[in-house]
């Protein structure tokens, strides 16, 4: 049973229908579609599916006798209750759904467990992009000591632009345009989006329940062209970066934007791509990239899932469950350690870098390089790029603080955090 039949659902209704013998030979049972909920009956559809499959009626859909649930409808409701009921009948539930298992996945997942279910969800994070599955199977005899992606390909599309030179709101406009950013884009340039992804992989990673509030987030918009060429002078690509780090008995789970060395292979995952990097100590650095959005890719990951869930009912196993073996505590934000970048508008005047220095300094925060940019001398300004030394992010924001009420200083125009 289908509920939702929207860009991803219609997609895996065509797959159902047209790969129908495929899909009987891999999971060695037939799969029949016998029900799907839609939001509106009378809407133009491209897929013509057999007379009477549709329902507007969520009740009459629930009450299908069907084995396995595919859930496509996004949003936390009412899909989390609809999952719900499904899971407390039993069923195999497939969902693509990364606001609810981010927020519900843990809950979810021991009601499956109590009832003989199971829930899959390989396709609400990078969308074709496997990653659920290895690290539930593939890498899970690892202890994983960090995990730093780009899971949102919306804001990746945007940084790219961006550091062709165009400002921030006309790369979103652009975004807009193509249909990869949303009308409303606060979901995902503000990284709710990211930070749903990144608790969902790092309850994984570290077996423990990440709840999205518990990950920071910073968004993009504050980004400028400007921090882009002088991050490229300096050896750096800006990504917003997801990432989940083992830190002693706690975890960091963050999500910011980042200077990446131009080097690494996250710095290259360009345009709407995404990319999940995983460390583990017996496998190292392990990278999965691909295409994380779109009905094809999202529609192999959830397709991928139904072969399994059926394939297990035809085996007649009981699935099992997955396990969380630490309550790991998320480390404050304040205790952060990075190098940091650091852009200050100041009057261009003797002494300014002397008291920017002292603010530092009386912090223990040691600058690596001092960098003067962009010297208008007619106006009598300067840009001014302060690259540190490793230091404790809670000494870095006192002497952003301390800077900011320096009367020679115009404004703190951007700090970012630097993943070397
Ligand atoms: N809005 C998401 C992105 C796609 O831009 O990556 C769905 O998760």
Known sequence: MLLGLGVVGGGVARALTEKAARCAQRAGVPLVLRRVLVRDLERPRLLTLPEGLLTDDAEEALATDCDIVVEVLGGEHPATEYIERSLAKGHRVVSANKEVMAKHGARLLSLASERGGEI???????GGIPIISPLKRDLSANEIGSLRAIINGTTNYILTVMSGGVDFASALRDAQQLGYAEPKPANDIDGHDAAYKLAILASLAFHTKLHPDDVYREGITRLTPRDFRYAAELGYA????AIARRDGNA?????????VPQGELLAKVDGVLNAVQVEGDLAGRVLFQGAGAGALPTTSAILADVLDAAGSIAQGGRPSPWRYTSDIPVKPMSELVSRYY???EVADRPGVLAGIGKAFGDNGVSIASVIQKETDEKA????IVIMTHAAREAAVQTSIQQVES???VRQVGNF???ED
């Open 416 to 418: 970012l955090r630097v």
């Open 342 to 344: 650091i852009r200050v």
């Open 238 to 241: 800006i990504k917003l970066l």
């Open 251 to 259: 975890i960091e789970a963050r999500v910011n934007p980042a200077l």
């Open 120 to 126: 899959f969800y390989e396709a609400s994070v990078g």
């Open 406 to 408: 320096l009367d020679v």
């Open 380 to 383: 009598q300004t300067a840009e």
